[in-house]
């Protein structure tokens, strides 16, 4: 499991690399470079790179990919850096898209935005990679398969609402557009904050409960159950980092929670007390 914690935790850091590239780093010229050297991949990129940041971004993104998919070769018995490029493409293209909505002031419809947002919110090439240095041989027919989809799917859209829900205000102010703002600023919903807040913490639940299913069920699975936990306690990882407030651009509220886990002693005095009532009452 140590290759899936260290491919989980590089592809972590070149999502927020490549995210922060998009909302704030890159100019149009170096976002369509960006995409189109992606979308080319092999070959001689020397002469091909408009800028030294889409030379970093960009070595950095084609080295990672290709030392975990030698890595995931001696697992998996086949190549599946195709695989590995796909999913990356897939999200800055996403990307792509939210930078044109945003520049060119375009108001999608609810349903454009969600089929792109649970894509862009990059869980894609954090989770999916991982999966194949989990342990269980992932064929090509398990990986295209709807089931495979459809975890992914539930786990990226409980992340993206909770991250619309608690980066609320924020958004606001910047302007950017959410599940919660396209219903409360563009007509698509409820104008008021509370009943769209309530609305898509519906949907959520809805989400959370239809992928404790997936996972839980065996009977025409064809995805292996280790590889569907991953897509669980990511789910649970996430509703951790979006309990009170957005966790991830917070500096000290994970902070906390991992010191609660590492350094805090675990407070056990109620095992002592269950213990002595469980102790008198056999006496």
């Known amino acids: 499991m140590s290759d899936a914690r260290i491919c989980w935790a590089k592809n972590s850091v070149l999502t927020t690399v490549v995210d922060d590239f998009f909302d704030i780093g890159g ?9 189109t050297l ?9 002469e091909e790179f408009c800028s030294e940041r889409v030379r970093t971004v960009f070595s950095a993104l084609y080295s990672t990919i290709h030392e975990l998919g030698a890595k995931a070769w001696a697992l998996q ?8 490029i796909e999913i990356w493409l897939s999200l800055i293209e996403s990307m792509m898209k939210e930078f044109d909505w945003q520049r060119n002031k375009l108001v999608p419809t609810l349903d454009e935005y969600t089929r792109n947002a649970y894509i862009s919110f990059a869980l894609g090439p954090i989770v ?21 989809h459809k975890l992914y799917y539930l786990m990226s859209t409980c992340g993206r609402l909770l991250n619309d829900i608690q980066g609320s205000e924020r958004d606001v102010k910047e302007g950017k557009l959410t599940s919660l703002t396209l219903r409360t600023e563009h007509g698509y919903g409820s104008p008021s904050i509370d009943e769209a807040k309530r609305e898509i913490d519906g949907l959520i639940n809805s989400s959370r409960t239809e992928l404790l299913k997936l996972v839980l069920q065996s009977e025409g699975s064809v995805v292996p159950r280790a590889c569907k936990d991953l897509f669980w306690k990511m789910c649970r990882v996430l509703h951790v980092f979006y309990m009170r407030t957005d966790g991830f651009s917070s500096p000290k509220e994970m902070v906390a929670a ?16 269950f213990e002595e009532k469980k102790c008198a009452a056999t006496l």
């Open 258 to 273: 991992v010191s609660a886990v590492i350094r805090e002693p675990l407070n056990v005095d109620h095992l002592q007390l």
């Open 128 to 148: 999916l990679p991982s999966l194949y240095f989990v342990g269980p041989e992932l064929s090509e027919d398990i990986i295209r398969n709807h089931e495979y």
């Open 27 to 35: 100019t149009k010229e170096e976002l369509v470079n960006f995409v």
């Open 38 to 46: 992606v979308k080319k991949w092999d070959g001689n990129h020397e």
């Open 77 to 84: 018995k086949r190549s599946i850096t195709k695989h590995i």
